[in-house]
C-alpha cells in the first residue's frame, strides 16, 4: 500500500509540480483569486503540459478571466425540455441539410417548417416543464474564475486549435488575431453560457455549410436562418429563467437584447472558425441608447458591419461605412488593455460607468472619419483623466471618450473624436462630475489643416438676460421627405363597393405637418364607401390618424367629437366648430384595432402591413363634408396634456427652468427663460427622442444635427 501511495505521489509531482514552476506570474495570481475553483483550473493547467501552444492558450484564458463578471454560476434546464429542443433540432436539420441558402427561403422549405412548427409547438404546449435551475452569483465580484470548470476549458482550447487546421480562415490569422478572435468564449459581462466552443461548433457547423466557399455573407447569412427558423418552430420562450443556450432559439425573450446577440454571435461563428470581434457604439449623435454588432476580421477585408440573427457582412468599397450617427465605437476584448481608463486613472478616481471595462478598445477610426482633438485645461485636479461628452435624452451626458491630462503643458489630446458632434468636456471631482470647457459643436472642416473647426455653443455662466419661448418641439421633423412622397395621396368615394366608380374628394396636393389638419370638403353626396390610395412615389398609405367628419345636421346614430387641429402658437385661431363630428363606421374599441384610427401618430397602414388600399364602408351612404388627417410622424412635438420640463446648460450643468408645464395646445410658453442657451426640452410623460437647440434671434428653434451642422 505504501509503495502504490509513493507511485501515486510521483505522478503528481510529475504531472503537476513542473508546470506550476512555469505558470506566470499573472496567472498565478488568477488562480488564488479563483477560490475553490481553483482545482478545476489547475486540472487544465496540467491537461496540456505537454502541449506548449495549448498551455500558453491555457495561460492566456485564465489570466484574463478576472475581468469577466457572472450574473449566474451554474444553469441547469430541464431535461425533459432539452428533449423537445433537440427534436426540433433533428427536425429541422433534416429538412435543410445540402440545400443552398437560396432554397433554405424557398416556399417549399417554408412549408416544412411549418410542419416542424406544429408537431414541436403541440409538444411544448402539453408538456409542464419546470423552470431552469439557476444557481445565481450572489456577489458582484464573482467571475468565470470562480465559475469555468476544467472540462469547459479543455473542450474549448481544443476546438480552437482544430479550426487552426480546419478553418480556412483561422487557418491565416496570426497569432495575436487567433487569440482575439478564435479563442475568447465570450465577450459580454454577466451573461453566462453553458456551451464552450466544441458544443457551439457541434451544434451550428452543421447548417454554416463549406467555409471554403470563403463567402462571409452567405455564412453569416445560413447563421441568420438558422436563428429566424427554429425560432419560428420553437416560438415564444416558455421560461422566466434563462437557458444558457436554448433562449437564443425563441422569440419574445425577456432582456435579450442587441448585446446578447452579438455575444451568442461572436461565441457561435467564432466555435465555428468565422473570425469576428464584438463591437458596440458607446451612444448614438442624435438617438437614445446604444448598440452592439459584429465585424469581419480586418485580416480579410472591408466588410460592412452587421448584426447577426438580422443582417449580413458585404464587402465594403470605400474605408469607411455610410452611416455616421454614431459616437465613438468600441471593440470588446477577452483580454485587458493597459490604456483603458480602469489601468490609466488614479487609485482612488473615479471612471464613468460607460468607459470603465478594462477589455475595451476605441476603434472608431475603422468604421467612421475621425480627428485628434487638443483642448487646453486648467482645471485644478490630481486626476489622471479628463472625458468628453455628448448628450444623451436619458442622462443629460454620455461620457464617450477619454484623454490623459498634460498637466504640464496644460492641454488633453482625445486622439479619436467623431466629427459633426456634440461635445461636452468633463472631469470629475471623487464622484462628482465637473466640466473644463463649454458645450460645443465640432464640425468637419477640410479648409483646416487639423481637418475640423469648433462652433461653441453656450455664452457663459451669464443667465442675467431673459427671453420669452414659444416650443413646439422636443425633437426635429425628421420624416419631412415621406411626407413630400405622400403628394398625390386621395380620398375616393363611392356607393359601389368595388370602386369601378367612384369620385376624388380630394386629392394631397402639399407635404403635410406632423399634426392634426383639417380639410374643408365641397361635398353634398351621400356615400357607402370611401377609400384612401397612396401615391405613385408613396403607394403605401402613411397616414397615422384618419377622421372622416360631417354635419351635425344629419343626426347620422354612430359620431364622436373629432379630435382638434393642431394649435401652434398664441395668435392661432382655435378650430371649435361644433357643428362638426366625426362619423364612425363602428363602434370606437372596433375602430382602434385599425393603425389608421387607433390613436397613434407612430402607427400608419402602410407602415404595420404594408397597406396600399385603406377602405371604410359605412352600414348606410353619409355625406362627409371634411377630413381631419395626420401623416405618419414620431410625435416629437408638443402633446396637448403630456408635461415638460424646460432645461437650460449653465454652470457646467443642466439646470431646470422654473417647474414642470401641461401642454394645453401644440405649443409651450415659457417667460423669463435665461437668454442665449442651449436648452433641451423633456417630455415626461413619454418617449426617448429629445435633442438641444438654442433660440434664435427670429425665435425658432435651431436643432442640433438638423438646423447647426
Sequence with gaps: ???????????????????????????????????????????????????????KAAYWLIENMRWHRRDYIDIIPDPEFLKVFNL??????????????????????????????NRVRHTLEATSFEEPFVVYASEKQVTDLNTINASFLINHIDNAFALKKESPYVSQLSDDEFYLYTLPYRMIDGQHFRYSGRDFNRFFSKYLGDLKDGNFTEHVGRYNETIKNLSAILGPYPFRKRTGF?????????????????????????????????????????????HSDCQIAPRFGQW????????????????????????????????????????????????????????????????????????????????NLCYLGTFNSASGVMGVSWAVINKKEQIATFKNTVTNALYIPFYYEGRERKT????????SDTTQQNGYSVLYL?????????????????????????????????????????????????????????????????NETAYQHYRVLGSEREPKIQIAELQLLTNTKYGYPL???????????????????????????????????????????????????????????????VVVTALRFAPLNANNGIVPGNQYQLRYWSDGHWNDFEYPQTAEYNYLEFEGAPKGKLYWLKNLSGGK???????????????????IK
Design 559 to 621: 359620431t364622436s367629437a373629432p379630435w382638434p387641429v393642431a394649435v401652434l402658437s398664441p395668435q392661432q385661431t382655435i378650430n371649435d366648430d361644433t357643428s362638426l363630428v366625426w362619423v364612425l363606421s363602428d363602434v370606437p374599441d372596433v375602430m382602434k384595432k385599425s393603425s389608421i384610427s387607433d390613436e397613434s401618430m407612430e402607427t400608419s397602414p402602410g407602415k404595420t402591413r404594408d397597406a396600399t388600399v385603406e377602405n371604410i364602408s359605412y352600414k348606410e351612404p
Design 304 to 383: 460592412t458591419i452587421f448584426s447577426p440573427q438580422s443582417k449580413v457582412p458585404e464587402p465594403r468599397a470605400s474605408r469607411f461605412e455610410t452611416y455616421t450617427g454614431w459616437m465613438n465605437r468600441y471593440r470588446v476584448h477577452f483580454d485587458a488593455r493597459q490604456n483603458t481608463p480602469h489601468f490609466l486613472k488614479k487609485t482612488d478616481e473615479f471612471v464613468p460607468f460607460s468607459l470603465s471595462d478594462p477589455a475595451i478598445e476605441d476603434v472608431t477610426h475603422l468604421s467612421i472619419p475621425t480627428v485628434a482633438l487638443t483642448l487646453p485645461f486648467l482645471a485644478p485636479t490630481d486626476n
Design 689 to 707: 427622442e429629445e435633442l438641444p437647440f438654442i433660440v434664435a434671434d427670429d425665435g425658432r428653434q435651431r436643432f442640433l444635427y438638423y438646423n
Design 88 to 117: 426540433a433540432d433533428s427536425l429541422y436539420y433534416n429538412l435543410v441539410k445540402g440545400k443552398a441558402i437560396a432554397e433554405l427561403k424557398s416556399a417549399a422549405t417554408k412549408d416544412g417548417i411549418t410542419d416542424i412548427k
Design 458 to 522: 453656450d455664452d457663459g455662466k451669464d443667465v442675467s438676460q431673459t427671453v420669452n419661448l414659444i416650443l413646439t418641439r422636443k425633437f426635429p421633423e425628421k420624416m419631412s421627405g415621406l411626407w413630400r412622397q405622400m403628394i398625390g395621396t386621395v380620398l375616393l368615394a363611392s356607393n359601389d363597393s368595388s370602386f369601378q366608380t367612384h369620385d376624388t374628394l380630394f386629392a394631397l396636393k402639399t407635404a403635410p405637418r406632423p399634426y392634426m389638419q383639417e380639410v374643408k370638403l365641397s
Design 1 to 55: 500500500m505504501r509503495k502504490i501511495l509513493i507511485i501515486v505521489c510521483f505522478c503528481w509531482l510529475w504531472l503537476y509540480v513542473p508546470a506550476q514552476k512555469t505558470i506566470p506570474k499573472a496567472v498565478m495570481e488568477s488562480l488564488q483569486l479563483a477560490g475553490d475553483n481553483r482545482s478545476e483550473l489547475e486540472k487544465a493547467i496540467a491537461h496540456y503540459r505537454t502541449e506548449p501552444e495549448k498551455l
Design 436 to 443: 473644463f470647457g463649454v458645450p460645443f459643436y465640432l464640425k
Design 246 to 290: 436554448e433562449e437564443l432559439f425563441f422569440e419574445k425573450v425577456d432582456g435579450f437584447d442587441c448585446f446578447s446577440i452579438s455575444n451568442y454571435g461572436v461565441a457561435a461563428l467564432n466555435a465555428c472558425g468565422i473570425p469576428v470581434d464584438l463591437q458596440f457604439n458607446i451612444a448614438y449623435k442624435m438617438l437614445q441608447g446604444r
